[in-house]
């Protein structure tokens, strides 16, 4: 009886999915850390262990209150990098597939965005999304040549900083304000294929290439000061892997975009304590992430105009985010409670772009998968 309900539980949550078109988002609460300030208040986030929460609900309680939300997964502070990188997979195989796919990381700054996206590429336990994709699309890509596949991939590395691009690869002192010169204007072609003019994109063709490109983005990613943390990030990092593959014998062809995109943080204006250039910051990062869930809310509820272009960040994802296209959402939540503030405002965001497609039919759910893929052979 047990597995038989398990069972009706796990049909009916994907019968909710297959619902919900292709947004989904993932919520992930980092551990506490020893510089984390943590009074005797009892903890403010717990995980309800009822049978339809479990592994989906959080708890916050502020003030004597509790707020539950709900969302496709949820992370609690035990959640390894490879049990997080487990639940995407799907999405990275997606790419293979010819997909466009969109990961996003969201929170304040220090609820271990980074730490997710990125973590340490050089640690086996610690590396983070990007450097497990990788590995993943390198693999794959192997055993697929067996069957007549042909890959081959791309990597370009972004920030957007104050509405203006900076290219991580182009071997330029990212931090000067000219950079260089360049323009870095976006355009889109009629394939839906994004050209940054001047963007540098690096031919790869195996993971330690990569790694070594990571190392000098991460070398070049500007990072500002504000009261919340030193190292905080102002700045929006994308990093892109283009796919195409053909099969020679059949002659198939597939074209997929992996965009991995660690957002600027979510804080709000008057915790900052920001003024002058700092100010100019976060009104530049309000402007974009207001703009992103704007393109979001109406990408679900298949509003005839998109605001794509009111920012730079929406504009550049513009082909990745509609159609048949897939996104993804962390919403990286930090535990301890003097974060119990804004990490109510992340989650209060992060429902909304859960919930806003309940009812919505999946626009295709003809997905042919990879293992599929694997086993026509
Ligand atoms: P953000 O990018 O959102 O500002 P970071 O990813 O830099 O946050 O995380 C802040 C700190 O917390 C870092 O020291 C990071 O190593 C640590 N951290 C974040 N998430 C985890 C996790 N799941 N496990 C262990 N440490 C984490
Ligand atoms: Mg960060």
């Given at each position: 009886k047990v597995v038989e309900g398990e069972k009706l539980r796990k049909k009916l949550h994907n019968t909710i999915l297959e619902l919900k078109g292709n947004i989904r988002v993932f919520c992930r609460v980092r551990p506490l850390l020893s510089e984390d300030c943590v009074s005797a208040e009892a903890n403010a986030i717990s995980f309800p262990t009822s049978m339809e929460a479990q592994g989906r609900g959080i708890d916050v309680a502020q003030n004597g209150q509790k707020h539950s939300f709900t969302f496709d997964k949820v992370f609690t502070p035990e959640a390894s990098q490879q049990d997080v990188f487990v639940e995407i997979s799907q999405l990275v195989q997606s790419a293979l597939d010819g997909y466009k796919v969109c990961i996003f990381a969201y929170g304040q700054t220090g609820s271990g965005?980074?730490?997710?996206?990125?973590?340490?590429p050089?640690?086996?336990?610690?590396?983070?999304?990007?450097?497990?994709?990788?590995?993943?699309?390198?693999?794959t890509r192997q055993s697929l040549q067996a069957q007549g596949w042909k890959y081959e991939m791309q990597v370009s590395m972004l920030e957007i900083y104050n509405e203006t691009i900076r290219d991580l690869l182009s071997g330029f002192d990212a931090s000067r304000p000219e950079n260089g010169g360049k323009q870095y204007t976006i355009k889109h072609d009629v394939n839906g294929n994004t050209h940054v003019s001047d963007l540098t994109i690096v031919d790869v063709h195996s993971s330690s290439k990569v790694s070594s490109l990571l190392r000098r983005a991460a070398q070049s990613r500007s990072v500002g000061k504000t009261q919340m943390n030193e190292n905080s990030s102002r700045s929006h990092f994308v990093f892109t892997l283009r796919i195409s593959g053909v099969n020679e014998s059949t002659e198939q062809q597939v074209q997929g975009v992996l965009n991995l995109i660690d957002l600027a943080g979510s804080e709000r204006l008057s915790k900052s304590g920001s003024t002058g250039d700092r100010l100019k910051e976060t009104q530049a990062i309000n402007k974009s992430l207001s703009s992103l869930s704007d393109v979001i809310f109406a990408l679900a509820k298949k509003e005839e105009h998109v605001p794509f272009r009111n920012s730079k960040l929406t504009y550049l994802l513009q082909p990745c985010l509609g159609g048949d296209s897939k996104t993804l959402m962390f919403v990286n939540v930090a535990p301890d409670p003097s974060s119990t503030g804004e990490s109510?405002?992340?989650?209060?965001?992060a429902a909304r772009v859960n919930a806003c497609e309940i009812g919505i039919p999946r626009r295709q759910t003809s997905m042919r998968s990879l293992d599929s893929r694997l086993s026509i052979g």
């Open positions: 965005k980074t730490h997710t996206m990125m973590g340490n050089e640690s086996p336990d610690n590396k983070g999304l990007i450097p497990r994709t990788l590995e993943q699309v390198f693999e109510l405002c992340s989650l209060r965001f």
